[in-house]
């Protein structure tokens, strides 16, 4: 049986190691500011993102810093970069010059993420993470409602 290009390399992001939403989970970030989201929905836009930078960092090469969630203009600079990406990745967006602004661009977003003193791991990082999701109020999706 043979594969098609869409089995043999997967499109948009990857998902990082231990992500706290299921696949078929229904998306909640975008541009939109997480402040004004409630406790669930403001965990699964973190966790989305983790997973997007995760990713990101990979892909292109990302001086990613840890702790750049604490960071507002870190965590709207890589939530902007995600949404540029991802509208290339589905077919959205088809234009070249566009994707070439992208990735000139990157040495701009790069200077954003300067700030911290340790690279991102995340896998050392994701506790540190949590932590902070949950500082912010953010409510862990398999724990709502347990007050």
């Not at 998306?27 to 990713?55: K, N, S, Y």
């Not at 001086?63 to 077919?91: H, I, T």
């Not at 234009?95 to 977003?109: C, F, H, S, T, V």
């Not at 949950?134 to 398999?142: A, K, Q, T």
Request: hydrophobic share 35%; with cysteine; glycine share 6%.
């Amino acid at each position: 049986m043979s594969r098609t290009a869409d089995e043999d390399e997967p499109r948009g992001r990857a998902v990082a190691s231990e992500p706290d939403v299921q696949p078929d989970t229904e998306p909640v970030r975008g541009l939109g500011d997480w402040r004004p989201l409630a406790g669930t929905e403001r965990w699964l836009w973190f966790d989305q993102l983790w997973q997007e930078v995760c990713a990101l960092r990979a892909r292109y090469r990302l001086p990613v810093r840890s702790g750049w969630w604490e960071d507002n203009v870190q965590v709207e600079a890589l939530a902007a970069l995600a949404s540029w990406v991802e509208r290339y990745d589905c077919g959205e967006w088809d234009d070249p010059p566009g994707k070439l602004a992208l990735l000139y661009d990157l040495e701009r977003i790069a200077t954003l993420l300067r700030d911290g003193n340790d690279p991102f791991h995340p896998e050392r990082d994701r506790m540190a993470f949590v932590r902070h999701l949950v500082e912010i109020g953010c409510e862990h999706p398999e724990r709502a409602g347990e007050r």
